[in-house]
């Protein structure tokens, strides 16, 4: 697995440390300290992993360990248009598939990914509670409805430029 | 203590309370089969993660199979342990098992010593259901300086990492990723060599499968031997000989110095030497240090650097300088013997054979996997040619045997080739726990008092537990001596110097639980702590057993020093003998 390097400002480095401390450093409490973490950075790159490692006295294995075992959690940075397709029953059954199909041909990736340029990431999701527009793909915030294929490339020219 | 009675397999037995089923039924000799439960008693370590569910047993009045390596015993269970339940139940964990398990079992280097095998062959496992629409995991190799990294063969018993996290805490390995894509691996899936690993090899000795094995430089070694132009040497490390045996069914223990050598000599090395020469020269030099720092705390110096530790265990160095950047000054500059016996082998006997460098090829067989590393490394080499060319293995060694169809069980006893074969018995005791200690004693002692010692046994020093401790009256003056085996215990006893809790005057530390003796290229215990004792008695009967028992008596040590390096610690000897550590906690972890 290949790594984006980042650098850590030196306030990024403290909050991790504020955050570990609030829960003690407790090794016991790394799931926890993660999702702090992660709903801070937005994403779980290396650097963190070895930060809270150090101050919860773990070894980076262990919380690397961690990471890649709840699929919550995630080492990539959400592109800055994050994509949400709806893959839940009733978006399957009327051909969420095949929506999904498209955005990972037309952007290259796959779920869970991120474009080069950082401009679009992809995730699947279970049920927004619009079951009645099914299809449906989220954009940031907002919410496309009844997508087909042939609109994919519709939806992401909203965004270009 | 409290204890209950339960009924296994028609037979009652009456356990401590929280025992599990497991134990309960080895007490009965009732033998339940385990993959990934792993029990080294005697060490404290114990892995029971539940995760294979082979040993799976009916309980009377549950509904499922449970795991008896995990299920504690309760007043008045009743548990059967080989109904055709069970039975069925355990083929198809098995086949479920080995449906992604690559099946290149002819060419693995587990092949037959292998537990999933052999588990394989006791349950009968004749085909796996569904194979054909069964995906394979293609995890890439990983080869390491020491260790090969073939997670494809990997079944996730988390053996390897309660060794290196629990036990060593090391912290190189964890379980990552989840489903298909589990595997055990270094932070952020790095290669090893990018990772704390200090090539302990604990991981490899407890691995059931051939997912972690050694790099097998015997091809190498074949290739040396069959050169025409090559002087190739042999030096053989004092743990070798306590456990070779094992290897040919021998009893555990059973010592083989002289079957050894012979086999050597068979296999066509044109010396025959002992890495216990340069045990004996280790602590000369090792000795002579200790005293010079003792010395100077004795004439007041306060900046001293005591405890000195000793160095000969190249995992413990590695560990060192990834954990202990800031101690780099602390442990003795000395070489290992490996390396000592190298530098001595491709300098003071090269010039005796009217040799070069070049054309000696040095090959040690060690119990130990980080040797191959360290053999590797920069500063043991001259102009690109190394001390020691290539470090096999105990295990590497039994199988240039066996393939060169060499009879082990009868072979006549020979001895070791003059003069970098003579040791004693203070070099032979290197191979255990407590060794080099006593060693260094010995020799220390005599040294520093001018007297003669009135007892060889320092029976205070010996032992298996994971840290001790004794004082060792020096005339008048006590030196206070701490020990170490296993890096989990190095690290308790390192924390304690540090916080100012304890102090010592010197620590011997050895990587491998037993010390060299439960190294990490030894004949698999297979889970058996008993193996280790059994050895570790071997190597004090050899001690015993020797005309001489202290190093300075060698005389072959002693014509060394007068030939050719002067006196312990001389320019020559520095310059040949001994190292310098490195920070290496700062690894890039980023490819």
């Not at chain 2, 069970?86 to 537990?115: F, Q």
Request: a neutral charge; one cysteine or more; aromatic letters at 6%.
């Amino acid at each position: 697995m290949s790594h984006i390097k980042v650098e850590l400002k030196k306030e990024d480095v403290a909050k991790l440390k504020e955050i570990c401390k609030s829960f003690n450093n407790e090794p016991g409490e790394l799931i926890n300290v993660l999702h702090k973490s992660q709903e801070s950075f937005g994403y779980l790159p290396a650097e963190v992993q070895e930060i809270v490692a150090r101050e919860l006295g773990l070894s980076v294995a262990k919380v690397y360990g961690v990471v890649t075992f709840y699929s919550f959690f995630t080492m990539i940075p959400k592109g800055k248009h994050p994509i949400s397709i709806c893959t839940g029953t009733a978006c399957y059954v009327r051909g969420a598939e095949k929506v999904l199909d498209e955005f990972k041909r037309v952007l290259k990736i796959s779920v869970g990914e991120t474009t080069p340029d950082g401009k679009y990431s992809m995730s699947c999701l279970r049920c927004v509670g619009a079951c009645g527009l099914a299809p449906v793909v989220m954009v940031g915030d907002k919410v496309y409805g009844r997508v087909s294929p042939d609109g994919v490339k519709d939806i992401l020219k909203e965004y270009e430029g | 203590m409290e204890t209950v009675k339960l009924t296994i397999d028609n037979k009652v037995v009456e356990v401590e309370k929280g025992a599990t089923i497991y134990k309960a039924a080895k007490k009965l000799g009732i033998d339940i089969p385990v993959l990934c439960y792993m029990d080294l008693h005697d060490l404290g370590v114990e892995n029971k993660p539940a995760g294979c569910r082979i040993c799976v047993v009916e309980v009377e009045g549950r509904r499922n199979l449970a795991p008896s390596c995990s299920t504690d015993c309760t007043a008045g269970m009743v548990v059967k342990t080989h109904t055709p339940r069970v039975i069925n139940a355990r083929r198809t964990v098995m086949e479920l098992i080995l449906s992604d398990h690559p099946k290149d079992c002819l060419i693995c280097p587990k092949s037959g010593r292998c537990d999933l095998q052999d588990m394989a062959v006791k349950l009968g496992i004749r085909e796996i259901p569904g194979q054909e629409f069964a995906e394979m995991s293609t995890y890439r190799k990983d080869t390491s300086p020491a260790i090969i990294r073939d997670m494809d063969k990997c079944i996730m018993c988390r053996r390897c990492e309660t060794m290196c996290n629990d036990f060593q805490t090391v912290g190189a390995l964890s379980g990552v990723n989840r489903g298909f894509m589990s595997c055990v691996a270094p932070a952020f899936e790095q290669n090893l060599d990018k990772s704390p690993c200090t090539y302990c090899g604990q991981c490899v000795a407890v691995c059931p499968t051939g997912a972690l094995t050694e790099v097998d430089h015997t091809p190498k070694v074949i290739r040396a031997l069959a050169d025409p132009k090559k002087t190739v040497i042999v030096q053989t490390a004092p743990a070798v000989r306590a456990a070779l045996g094992e290897e040919f069914g021998l009893k555990p223990g059973t010592l083989v110095t002289g079957k050894m050598t012979a086999a050597l000599r068979q296999l066509g090395f044109d010396y025959i030497f002992d890495t216990d020469f340069a045990a004996d020269l280790t602590i000369m030099e090792e000795g002579t240090e200790m005293l010079g720092r003792l010395g100077k705390l004795l004439a007041g110096d306060k900046d001293v650097k005591l405890p000195i530790l000793t160095s000969c265990c190249p995992g413990w160095v590695n560990f060192f300088e990834n954990n202990y950047p800031d101690m780099l000054d602390v442990p003795s500059t000395a070489k290992s013997p490996q390396q000592m016996f190298g530098a001595i082998a491709k300098s003071y006997f090269a010039e005796k054979l009217g040799k070069t460098r070049e054309e000696l090829v040095v090959v040690s067989v060690m119990p130990c996997l980080a040797k191959k590393y360290e053999c590797q490394r920069d500063e043991f080499k001259t102009n690109g040619n190394p001390e020691v060319d290539f470090s096999i293995s105990t295990r590497e060694l039994a199988h240039l045997i066996k393939e060169s169809n060499i009879n082990f069980g009868d072979i006549e006893e020979e001895d070791f080739d003059r003069p970098l074969g003579e040791s004693t018995g203070a070099a032979v005791i290197f191979g255990t726990t407590g060794g080099v200690i006593e060693a260094a004693v010995r020799t220390a002692y005599e040294i520093q008092t001018g007297k003669k010692l009135e007892r060889l046994d320092f029976t205070e020093l010996r032992g298996l537990d994971g840290i001790r401790a004794a004082t060792i009256d020096f005339n008048g003056l006590p030196v206070k001596i701490g020990i170490a085996h296993g890096l989990g215990n190095a690290r308790k006893l390192l924390d304690s110097v540090r916080a100012g809790e304890a102090s010592f005057h010197a620590i011997e530390i050895m990587a491998c639980p037993g010390g060299c003796i439960g190294g990490g290229g030894q004949p698999l215990h297979h889970g058996n702590a008993a193996i280790i004792k059994a050895r570790h008695e071997a190597i004090y009967r050899e001690d015993a057993g020797k005309p001489i028992r202290k190093s300075h008596e060698n005389p072959y040590i002693i014509k060394l020093y007068e030939e050719f390096l002067g006196k312990p610690m001389s320019d020559k000897a520095h310059h040949l003998l001994h190292t310098a550590y490195f920070d290496r906690s700062k690894k890039d972890i980023f490819i």
